[in-house]
């Protein structure tokens, strides 16, 4: 639904793209028929509706209602206009929303069905499914009602369940209508071919839940999601070939998993105070997530393993008795796989988790790089956080070098370009501490192949290390500067920061013209940058940095902008 969620907020520039698209004849396929010029029509006036003050809307309106000034609008609220943009040159719909309407969902299900058994082509199968859309966003109880009888029909009656499944997904459905329909779903036979819609809506309605839910509803919805979780054993995910936890959230289970995740929060909401409680359904729920070998199994554990938060500050005792061992990666790699996949999409981690979690890092981050090829980005933002955070972590040097020596180049890489970012959270006295303890030795070893050389890479984003440990920049700029390698790609990043404020130029001006002189011996400043570089050089001098530093520094941006850099040396050479 494009136009009602996004026409509305879009500037002004993609609405004239928008609109120009639409008046263009071409884009309608063959041509346009009288059919699609009524649906441009009925689409021009919705638009209007959904932006009133746009200029190119407004001329859009009124040329469709000067060139048809006998038409009205037939599609009020745009649904089949939309429809008709994506099917173009469709033939209409043989029966009006209206119309079916007006009939019972007994009567409205035997019509429509024959219909779709008796047409030659799926076009005005599709037109006449875009109406039944359009009646049910106009009268969702009504499509409540259709569903119901469809769910278990045959493949006529299964394509009316889906048209009404998605369209639900969007339509205001009242509570009543919500949990007869949900008990619909967890008491009666339904075509398992409607699984991965069924899913999708359940999920939906879970994802809405406010601090002020029913309890029926909530009871209904969970009756309903361990239905859908028994009938997804042998389903296939919407979507492979990315990570799990992608397909997890495409798959049946998943949903289901995830709508047992939201419930439990939803019950915890107590005159409008969150108070984390585990019961022993959900207890139940997840420890069968945790020995199911079925694909139900599979498909839930990254759900659970993105629970685990929740669980580990509800009852962190049962959590450490059931849940955590799962994550052991000798004890079934698959198994864990899936949870930690889970684990590290979720951004924030309790220190209770981190507990839960730590006497497994060892052969976690052993075996790391087989087991979630997809999260290597999470998984050095993770690390990173976990070493900044030593002292809660309990992380050590020699479990780093091991993730260093396991995970991939990518992972490598998003450690260092993460770091910095994690020891913005720490004081000045717990910065020194990490740096001497850990970063220190670090970045000696690796910068003297220990356990690994340091890639090209992982120098790049080691530079931004220096600014986001102000106290040891100096001891830091040292290991920089003996770091490996030559030509770093987008490696001045720091060059354009300072360029718009360089309150950290003045603060270490001598550690800044190392930087900008490590960068130009290494051929790694882009010729666009170079005078910002001679220009962070000259704000360095006058916050006190040594003029045979700034000097040197100078020198080496000659090759990479001659007429900037050599007047600035022969400048500073001649004592100015």
Known sequence: MVPRNHYGRAAESARKHFVAALRDDSWWG??????SAHARYSLSQKLLRDAPESVATQEFATAEATAYPEWREGDPDGFLSRMEVGWAGEEPSPIESDQMLEWAPAEALSTLSGMLREEGGRKRGHALLGAVQQAVRSRPEW???????????????????????????????????????????????????LTHPVALLLNKWAQ??????????????DAAADVMYDRSKSERPGIEGHGWTESALNHPAGHAANVWWQVANARDWVDGQFVLSLDGKERERWARVIHDDTAA???ARPILGMATDRLSAGDFPWASDVIFPAFDSTEGADRAALLWDGRLTQLGLSWATVEGLRSYLDDFFSVVAPLIPKRSREL?????????DAEKSGVTLTQLQRFVQHVSDDARRAFADALPRHLGRLGPDARRARWREMLSPYWRDRRTNMPLPLAPEEVREMISW???????????????TASPGDHLDHADGLIWQWKEDDTWVRAHPTEAAGIVEFLGVRRSIDPWLADDAVNVLERALEAGAPRGSVLRAAESLVTVSPRTAVAFVERLRSGE
């Open 297 to 299: 199994g599979a498909f």
């Open 143 to 193: 499509g409540t009602g259709l569903l119901t009888l469809a769910l278990n029909g045959d493949a006529a009656c299964q394509r009316i369940a889906e048209a009404i499944l998605w369209v639900l997904r969007e339509a205001y459905v009242a509570i009543l209508d919500q949990t007869e329909l949900l008990r619909v779903i967890a008491t009666a036979e339904w075509a398992q071919g």
């Open 466 to 480: 220096i600014p986001a440990l102000p106290e040891v920049a100096g001891e830091a700029l040292v290991e920089l």
């Open 380 to 388: 050095g933002d993770w690390v990173a956080m976990l070493v900044a």
């Open 30 to 35: 063959e041509g346009v028929d009288g059919h």
């Open 208 to 221: 809405g839940l406010g601090k002020t839910a029913d309890p029926e509803l909530l009871n209904s919805l």
